[in-house]
Structure formats: C-alpha cells, structure tokens
C-alpha cells in the first residue's frame, strides 16, 4: 500500500475514484475459441493444394514477387497470397487473370472422368 494515496497494489486510483484491477487471465481462460480458424495447408482439398502448389512453383521459376504478380495481373497481393495458401477465397476472375499472367491454363472436367 502506498502511504501516501492509500491506494493497495491491484488497484487504480482515477479522479477520486479506485478501481481494482482484475487478473485478465482467468478471464481469457474463460471465453470461447473463434468459430472460424485458418485452414492449413494439410487441411485442404488435394485438388486445391494442387492447385497452389502449381502458382507458386511457375510464380517462383518466373522470379516474380506476388506483389509484382498482383500487379502484372491487375490483382490485389491479397489475392496473390490466399490463391496461394490455398484456403479457396480468391475470386475465380482473380485466379484466371493471374493463371493468365503465369502462363497456366486452368481446364475443367467432369468427375466421371
């Protein structure tokens, strides 16, 4: 306790006013995890792994950055990263202009296939 304000460690003194301090920790401890996680990349679908793995490899044989990618490709960098992590939030327009900068070709087919 300080002798002077009378005020006791775990509290503030505001304005004539004291406050205890609470431990947040316990508080923390307490509260629930986010609903939504980042998936890794283990997570993913094999085909959007695939995917990514095939950008980043032609971004890298290149010697692009992604954002002189983003650039080239009138993207965001944002773009560049997530079609990259794989996670399927990039917009197809973006995936296309970006194949198209890479010189990849993306071709569809039926699953019977």
Do not use: W
Not at 24 to 34: D, H, Q, T
Not at 78 to 89: M, P
Request: glycine content about 10%; some cysteine; charged content about 25%.
């Amino acid at each position: 306790m300080c002798e002077k304000s009378g005020i006791t460690a775990g509290q503030r003194h505001t304005r004539g006013r004291s406050y205890v301090m609470h431990d947040l920790s316990s508080i923390r401890r307490g509260m629930a995890r986010p609903r939504r996680t980042n998936p890794q990349r283990g997570d993913l679908m094999p085909e959007l792994a695939g995917i990514s793995q095939a950008f980043i490899e032609r971004r890298l044989a290149l010697q692009l950055t992604q954002e002189t990618l983003a650039d080239l490709a009138g993207v965001s960098r944002y773009s560049v990263q997530t079609l990259e992590a794989g996670t399927g939030a990039t917009k197809i327009s973006s995936v296309l202009e970006i194949a198209n900068i890479l010189g990849l070709r993306l071709e569809l087919s039926s699953g019977s296939e």
